[in-house]
């Protein structure tokens, strides 16, 4: 499952909007956080 999360952060990385990255990599960070609790 990492694997799969590490592939979507590096696809968010080489997108164009850096910002719009910036959220996501947030939002998936703030989804693991939970899934560890």
Do not use: P
């Not at 703030?30 to 560890?36: E, K, N, P, V």
């Amino acid at each position: 499952m990492n694997s799969t999360l590490n592939f979507f952060i590096q696809s968010y990385n080489n997108a164009s909007n850096d910002t719009y990255s910036y959220r996501v990599q947030k939002l998936i960070r703030s989804q693991m956080q939970r899934a560890h609790c």
